[in-house]
């Protein structure tokens, strides 16, 4: 009774105009009254929740010596280590998981290993679009080792030279690749970067430093706008709203600058460079055309040993493999792509040359495959690390923004 | 994952369900950052931005697979840039497309390097990084967020050059830090739009960010007329929206929770304030 009084007390003083029927109600039928009001307020228990709750691995990255594979989770915000050589049809069990709001992982995407200081290199896409670094036995809310501010906005792909010391990312939003010591940390400038109109640059993905032949190589998408070189993020307030750092009045007001614009669609390409490119660099070779098949590249890996280009070309749902010195349409010399190979949209990439073996991640399988290094054709992996039980569908969803309904059909429409 | 893609789900899609279709494929010229999507009910299309590619496309409403766009506005004359949003009139066939400081509406017809049909831009029209946007065709407004003054920015649908807006939702009372996605409701002359807290995307706390309803009439610092908020709304960093007047149900998508939830409309409007 003194529950019930308590609540009538409550509604009274609510600034609501609430409904003396609800209130007579509450008195009359305690608990039942309590559900009702736990509806009020908008606390609204959704009817319908569509939602993956595994996770999906982005990229890959292997250290054979260590045994220790890492593939990064873009569902779920997660950073995870796997035994390389598991060999199981069931849900893999992780070495180590690192997720949560210490961490700082979020929509992390691109996966690089430094295998001589142990440490696994990260990058998030997007609110914290840093790159993140972790030892290897990290596990749980855990803060990284050091962390990177590499951009506003937009990073993607991470690849480490440890020959030089270095480590390289591409950025997005800006059609940039930044360089920076391996050790670079929190606001440390980069070392170089390519970018701008003669670059080739565009809505750049899949990055790698061959040390050996001391090139740099680019994957491409379709979409390109104009970026000058050492232009930043335009809309980089919008990564301080995300951060919670924004201020109204505390950013001067951008001027109006209606122009005319310069976006267009390209040939998705691989553009190499000069391992010490810098500013607006003219790649020393474009694997781009027809011939080529590239279509929505992703992870690329150089395989110095073989002379080989690999690339995860989610577009066809297949690994392509080129020669390392493959220069405009050129077709690759093999490629493993065919129902039997569990290839879906391929995203992540590694060539472990010590064990002769390429991985590839299909996060819409939530898995990852490795086949031998020389396979082609409609080959089938050798083992699959899953990070669900086999047939889960996936609904794809990833950093969403928009949402639409088609009464027509009664659908709901989800761009990424 | 974030691949570039369209997934489109039955309406009573529930848990973890793969899409009954998909929009994908390097003929789609789909980039993997469009923030908004529209459907064009009277031409049975849909619309999206392709914000790298500086392109608004235009898909069949049925597309499906690797389906080339029916039509795309791109070019120099469009004056597109940043333009990761939209918004679409099917009552007089036009879309809405903000940059960082201006709204440029076109034709739903238009195709290719056309020049908007016009441009509401300047310093009267206070328009600072929109961020979300939605428009009404019977009531005759156009709604924007905006980031400074925080808030709902609500011109005519017809305005053109540099006008002041008609109303501004802004203020502590709207509990606004920023929004993101918009919806009207043009029979209850309901704005709904979707609220994110402060840092949100960092802390990931639910019972935080919000979805608002407001009347379109309202001007100034405004509560919202009713709220989705709270604990078990399961939202953390809810970005669009969308309703299913038939149904009486809202969509509501979560940036954080990579997922989309579905609401009574019935229930949220238990709440109503005013």
Redesign the interface.
């Known amino acids: 009774m003194t529950v019930l009084l308590l609540f009538v007390v409550i509604a009274s003083t609510m600034r609501t105009r609430f409904p003396k029927i609800f209130t007579a109600l509450l008195i009359l039928s305690g608990p039942a009254a309590l559900l009702v009001f736990s509806q009020l307020g908008g606390n609204v228990v959704p009817l319908r929740h569509v939602h993956d709750p595994y996770p999906v691995f982005t990229d890959i990255a292997v250290d054979p010596d260590a045994n220790v594979l890492a593939v990064t989770d873009e569902n779920l915000f997660s950073l995870r280590t796997y035994d390389r050589d598991l060999s199981s049809n069931l849900v893999a069990d992780p070495r180590t998981v690192v997720t949560g709001t210490k961490t700082g992982v979020d929509f992390i995407c691109g996966v690089a290993l430094d295998s001589l200081n142990r440490q696994i290199f990260a990058a998030n896409n997007d609110t914290d679009s840093d790159v993140v670094v972790f030892n290897y036995d990290a596990q749980g809310n855990v803060p990284p080792v050091r962390s990177l501010r590499t951009a506003s906005a937009g990073t993607w792909g991470v690849a480490l030279d440890l020959t030089n010391n270095e480590v390289a990312v591409t950025v997005q939003h800006i059609n940039k690749v930044e360089v920076y010591r391996r050790e670079a940390k929190d606001d440390d400038k980069p070392l170089r970067i390519i970018q701008g109109q003669e670059t080739g640059l565009s809505d750049p993905h899949g990055i790698f430093v061959d040390a050996r032949n001391n090139e740099l190589f680019v994957a491409n998408h379709d979409s390109y706008h104009e970026v000058l070189t050492g232009e930043s993020e335009r809309n980089a307030d919008a990564a301080t709203i995300a951060r919670g750092t924004f201020e109204p009045g505390a950013q001067p007001r951008a001027t109006l600058n209606l122009r005319p614009s310069k976006g267009k669609f390209v040939d998705p390409a691989i553009t190499i460079y000069a391992r010490n490119a810098q500013g607006n660099a003219i790649p020393r070779r474009v694997i781009r055309g027809p011939k080529t098949e590239l279509s929505l590249p992703m992870k690329i890996f150089v395989d110095t040993v073989h002379n080989e280009l690999f690339v995860a070309n989610s577009g066809t749902n297949s690994i392509l493999v080129f020669s390392r010195t493959a220069n405009g349409d050129a077709a690759p010399i093999r490629k493993i792509q065919g129902p039997g190979s569990g290839l879906r949209k391929p995203v992540g990439l590694f060539v472990d040359t010590k064990n002769d073996e390429v991985w590839a991640t299909n996060p819409e399988e939530h898995s990852a495959t490795v086949y031998r290094r020389t396979a082609q054709g409609n080959a089938a992996p050798l083992r699959t690390l899953r990070g669900a039980p086999q047939g889960t569908p996936a609904t794809g969803i990833g950093n969403p923004g928009g949402i639409a309904y088609d009464p027509l059909r009664e659908q709901i429409l989800v761009p990424n | ?20 279709r ?1 929009i ?3 003929r789609t ?11 064009d ?1 009277k031409r ?1 299309e ?1 619309a ?1 931005p ?6 608004v496309l235009f898909f069949r ?2 597309a499906s697979g ?1 389906e080339a766009p029916v039509r795309t506005i ?9 333009n ?2 939209l918004a679409l009139d099917s009552v007089h066939g036009e879309v809405i497309v903000p ?4 709204l440029l509406v076109f034709s739903t017809q238009a195709n290719g390097d056309v020049a908007p049909l016009r ?1 509401i ?3 009267k029209t206070m328009i ?2 929109a ?1 979300g946007i939605a428009v009404d065709p019977v009531n005759n407004i156009i709604a924007v967020g905006n ?4 808030g709902i920015l609500i011109f005519n649908r017809t305005d053109e050059g540099d006008v002041a807006p008609k109303a501004i939702i802004s203020g502590p009372k709207t509990g606004i ?2 929004t ?2 918009f919806t009207i409701n043009p029979e209850r002359k309901e704005l709904i739009a979707t609220v ?1 807290a ?7 706390n639910l019972d935080e960010s ?2 608002g309803i407001w009347n379109i009439t309202d001007n100034g610092d405004v509560a919202p007329k ?9 939202l953390i960093a809810p ?8 149904h009486q ?1 809202i ?5 954080v ?8 409309w019935e ?2 409007m ?5």
């Open positions: 994952m974030a691949n570039p893609r369209i997934a489109v789900f039955a309406r009573l899609a529930n848990g973890n369900v793969a899409p009954v998909v994908e494929g390097g010229r789909l980039s993997r950052t469009s923030h908004a999507i529209a459907f009910e049975d849909i999206v392709n914000p790298f590619a500086e392109a409403g049925a690797d791109q070019g120099p004359r469009t004056l597109l840039e940043d990761d949003e940059t960082r400081q201006a441009i831009a300047g310093p600072e990084r961020r980031r400074d003054p925080q830090y920023t993101k996605g994110e402060r840092a949100v995307q960092v802390t990931r919000f979805v009713a709220i989705i908020k709270g604990r078990d709304t399961l970005r669009g929206a969308a309703l299913d007047l038939r149900e969509f509501v998508i979560d940036k929770q990579n997922s989309f939830f579905a609401y009574s229930k949220i238990e709440g109503l304030r005013r």
